[in-house]
Nanobody, 123 residues
Framework: QVTLVESGGGSVQAGGSLRLACAASGLFRSYYMGWFRQAPGKEREFVATVALSDGSPFYGASAQGRFSISRDNAKNTVYLQMNRLKPEDTAIYYC?????????????????WGQGTQVTVSS
């Protein structure tokens, strides 16, 4: 059984940083673990993902240059370091895990989801 537990959300002022963590159990190295976010009134958006096998990261447009995803296989944990945060980064951030056949940026590629953690960035 796969479980994902997010932590690290909170409130921060624009320009600040937060680090999200997703602790997983029951995953194999063939999985990808990623982050999606959903702002009020908007669709869920891909943020970043990482291959557990070799640590290869992929980023969505909103994360490029400001966010960094990494994994610690010994701790079964994936991190999302978010820097230079903007008010438009305010959303619920969801951790997800799956074995994408090809495209790693779509929700359909992920079978398991965490409960989400709120990130609020004030101006």
């Amino acid at each position: 059984q796969v479980t994902l537990v997010e932590s690290g959300g909170g409130s921060v002022q624009a320009g600040g940083s937060l680090r999200l963590a997703c602790a997983a159990s029951g995953l194999f190295r063939s999985y990808y673990m990623g982050w999606f976010r959903q702002a009020p009134g908007k669709e869920r958006e891909f943020v970043a993902t990482v291959a557990l096998s070799d640590g290869s990261p992929f980023y969505g447009a909103s994360a490029q240059g400001r966010f960094s995803i990494s994994r610690d296989n010994a701790k079964n944990t994936v991190y999302l370091q978010m820097n230079r945060l903007k008010p438009e980064d305010t959303a619920i951030y969801y951790c997800a895990a799956g074995i994408p056949e090809s495209i790693v940026t779509t929700e359909k590629s992920y079978n398991y989801w965490g409960q989400g953690t709120q990130v609020t960035v004030s101006s």
